[in-house]
Structures are given as C-alpha cells and as structure tokens.
T-cell receptor, first 112, second 114 residues
C-alpha cells in the first residue's frame, strides 16, 4: 500500500462546476500538506501549503485537512478550462520540502 | 526573473553514457532539489541541497551524483546511464520567509536511456 493514495482520474467537469480533489494517507505523523498544479509538459506549481487540520482558502481554491480520517481535499470553485491540469498532493512530517511524499496526481479536465 | 531554468530540455543517451543535467535559479533561494517523475510513481526526491556547500540524499539517490556549484546552480550527474533512469527530471528551489514556505520548479528535462 502506498503511503499517499490519489485517484488518477481523469475527472471531467463542465465549466463553473465545483471540483473536489482528494488524497488519503496512512502515516499519522504527517503534519504539513501541500497541493501542486502541473500543466502538461511543465513543472509542478505549488498552490497551497497547510499545517495540521482545518481549512485554508486562497481565491477559488480551498484546501481542507482531516487528520482524524487521514484525508485531504482541494476544492476549486467556479472551475475554468484553464484549471485543466494534473493536481498533485504532497505531505511531510516536518516543515520544508526535503521529506515530501507525493501522490501520483489526479488529472482534471474542465470543458467550456 | 527567469525563475528556475534547466538544460537540456530533452536528451537521448545510450546505456553506459554519462551526462550532467544543469539547473540554475535567480531567486536567491538557499535550498535546491532534484526530483524524478515516473508514471504511476509520483515525484521522488533524488538529492537536495539545504544551502550552498551541502548536499543530502533523498529517496532514490542510487546512480546519481550532485554538485552545488554555488548558491545559484545545482547539477545532477549520471555517471553510467541505465534504462531505469529514463524519466522526467525536475529541479526546484525553495525559501522560507515570514513563516511562508514557497517552492518553485523548473520546466524539466526529459531523458531517454536506450
């Protein structure tokens, strides 16, 4: 079993929909949780960085962490075709990026 | 600002050949990283450098060496390439300022080892 599980998709939604992307994990010591967006043939881009449980909002993006269930989510409101990309979750026991464990990514397709 | 740059963009090697992947950042970041990305495996850390003059192994360091030439540049060397090293390689840099963690990736190098 992988430490971090992520459905590969693709997840297809119409423009304007609310998107929910999710990851589950098995290591209860993870405290730092990240979401990255990766466009085709590009490098990942850090979207959200959160610590412990709770919600964090940034524009149309909301990251949610439920440590009791070992489950994290990224919500995208009013989705746009430009949101079409692969979304990677990542998590770590310590602050910083040197011990990140990545999910394999979920491909999102937003149709006009 | 160019951000994080990587060269080359694409390379084909024969088994046993060597090559160096170059990475540079112009954001004055202390930390730099080399990852590989394979289908179904996610991103995996090969080596990282917390600051100029230091390097540490990541999850998959075997078959690779790195050099942190100065604060800007961090290179990855394959001494004797193997087909298992066929992958997309990403360099990244990061900083921590005022409690805010940021990380930036380069565009990647696609490596095919025959």
């Amino acid at each position: 079993q992988k430490e971090v599980e992520q459905d590969p998709g693709p997840l297809s939604v119409p423009e304007g929909a609310i998107v929910s992307l999710n990851c589950t994990y098995s290591n209860s010591a993870f405290q730092y949780f990240m979401w990255y967006r990766q466009y085709s043939r590009k490098g990942p881009e850090l979207l959200m960085y959160t610590y412990s449980s709770g919600n964090k909002e940034d524009g149309r993006f909301t990251a949610q962490v439920d440590k009791s269930s070992k489950y994290i989510s990224l919500f995208i409101r009013d989705s746009q075709p430009s949101d079409s990309a692969t979304y990677l979750c990542a998590m770590s026991e310590i602050i910083g990026f040197q011990k990140l464990v990545f999910g394999t990514g979920t491909r999102l397709l937003v149709s006009p | 600002n160019a951000g994080v740059t990587q060269t080359p963009k694409f390379q084909v090697l024969k088994t046993g050949q060597s090559m160096t992947l170059q990475c540079a950042q112009d954001m004055n970041h202390n930390s730099m990283y080399w990852y590989r990305q394979d289908p179904g495996m996610g991103l995996r850390l090969i080596y990282y450098s917390a600051s100029e003059g230091t390097t540490d192994k990541g999850e998959v360091p075997n078959g690779y060496n790195v050099s942190r030439l100065n604060k800007r540049e961090f290179s990855l060397r394959l001494e004797s390439a193997a087909p298992s090293q066929t992958s997309v390689y990403f360099c990244a840099s990061s900083s921590r300022s005022g409690g805010l963690e940021t990380q930036y990736f380069g565009p990647g190098t696609r490596l095919l080892v025959l």
